[in-house]
């Protein structure tokens, strides 16, 4: 049996810190506290003392208690980020913080393999979480007052965070599922192309399917990381055109270094390559008035890529597909990339189309292992679905 781990500066949000722990240890599930303060001084009552996680700075502890707050709390995170996921008693994690306490015990807790329960009680949550979240599963839960003192509000929203990781540590999901585990990455414009793939692998496979949105591409990178994805099926890539070209969807500069990490089978395509998301009408830059739109919705403005944004997108991907030491198939639906990207449709552009294959083609350094493939069919064509699965049936089966 592993334990609940409640985290935080003991230093002060001590009281808190303790409340929670109670609370939790009352319901039967076992505690461990882990204090992370950075002024050196050991607190009373707790399992873990700061000296024991700053050991594990690569500097030793000496790195953190600098007596500088800015360094102290920066090598403390790193201390942190490496000690929690070496623990190998983890049930679940609740943390306490204010803007510097989040961002201090988050960067442990997306250290943790998803499933793993991860609270955090925050000052910050109530705002844009996504650089505290990342690609994990992070539950944050807004502070509404300060952590700073035990009131009649914070006690409740404390309690409510502390039983719920009670909860998650007292009943675990059980999930037995045999089937080897596939990533698909998919946007509104390809879902005919994924549906059709997952209706083919679901009877032997469990499909994991991603939405592009920048943070689906990275979700699906992290479980490769963490060996949960046994291949990836990378239809819809359009998150590299938001990073080439500055849109609100964009992937991370490390898209597709967990696939070159991991050497895990890949099959990848082109999908909505074709376009750059923003949101309403009057966020989009002003630099691209004159460029082609289209309104995907009241919130969502999609942007038509250029040839030369074609370009950097295939050199950037092409990079990327030569840094695979796995199998790696590639393939460019020559009829279009996207239900917007086909004959009488708005972003239907074989110029722009032609640009991106022939950069990949050319810049993919093509081996046995990694080849790029062209197709004269559509992306949401039937038969370019079965193009896939035969790619994939050819990576997955060596």
């Not at 009488?344 to 189309?353: A, K, R």
Request: a negative charge.
């Amino acid at each position: 049996m592993g334990s609940a781990y409640i985290v935080g500066t003991f230093d002060t949000k001590g009281d808190e810190l303790r409340y929670v722990a109670g609370l939790v240890g009352a319901t039967g599930v076992a505690v461990r506290t882990v204090d992370l303060s950075t002024t050196g001084e050991p607190a009373d009552d707790v399992d873990v003392p700061a000296a024991e996680v700053a050991a594990w700075h690569p500097d030793g502890a000496g790195a953190v208690f600098t007596g500088d707050r800015g360094s102290a709390v920066a090598a403390m995170t790193e201390a942190f980020a490496r000690f929690l996921p070496a623990r190998g008693d983890v049930d679940g994690v609740l943390g306490l913080g204010g803007s510097g306490g989040t961002a201090l015990v988050t960067p442990a807790l997306r250290a943790l393999p998803v499933g793993v329960p991860k609270f955090m009680v925050s000052t910050m949550a109530a705002g844009d979480v996504g650089s505290y979240v990342g690609a994990s599963d992070i539950a944050m839960l807004h502070s509404v007052t300060d952590v700073a003192g035990l009131n009649r509000i914070s006690r409740r929203v404390l309690g409510n965070a502390a039983h719920a990781l009670a909860g998650a540590c007292a009943h675990p999901v059980a999930v037995t599922d045999e089937r080897p585990a596939v990533g698909l990455t998919m946007f509104g414009v390809t879902t005919p192309c994924v549906d059709a793939v997952t209706a083919r692998l679901g009877d032997d496979h469990d499909c994991l399917v991603f939405h592009a949105t920048g943070t689906g591409g990275a979700a699906m990178e992290k479980l490769v990381d963490d060996g949960h994805l046994a291949a990836v099926l990378d239809i819809s890539t359009t998150e590299v055109c938001d990073l080439v070209a500055g849109g609100v969807l964009a992937a991370g500069e490390d898209r597709l270094d967990a696939v070159a990490r991991t050497g895990v089978p890949y099959v990848g395509s082109c999908g909505a390559l074709d376009m750059v998301n923003f949101g309403p009408p009057d966020t989009v830059p002003q630099h691209y008035a004159d460029r082609l739109f289209y309104p995907h919705n009241p919130q969502v403005t999609l942007m038509r890529t250029t040839a030369d944004e074609a370009r950097a997108i295939g050199v950037f991907l092409a990079r990327k597909l030569n840094a695979c030491a796995g199998p790696v198939r590639f393939l460019l639906p020559e009829g279009g990339v996207s239900a917007l990207d086909a004959p009488g449709q708005p972003f239907h552009d074989p110029e722009v189309d032609a640009v991106l294959f022939d950069t990949l083609e050319r810049e993919v350094e093509q081996t046995p292992d990694r080849r790029v493939i062209r197709s004269p069919r559509h992306l949401n064509d039937p038969g370019f679905a079965e193009e896939l699965l035969a790619a994939f049936d050819d990576v997955t089966r060596r």
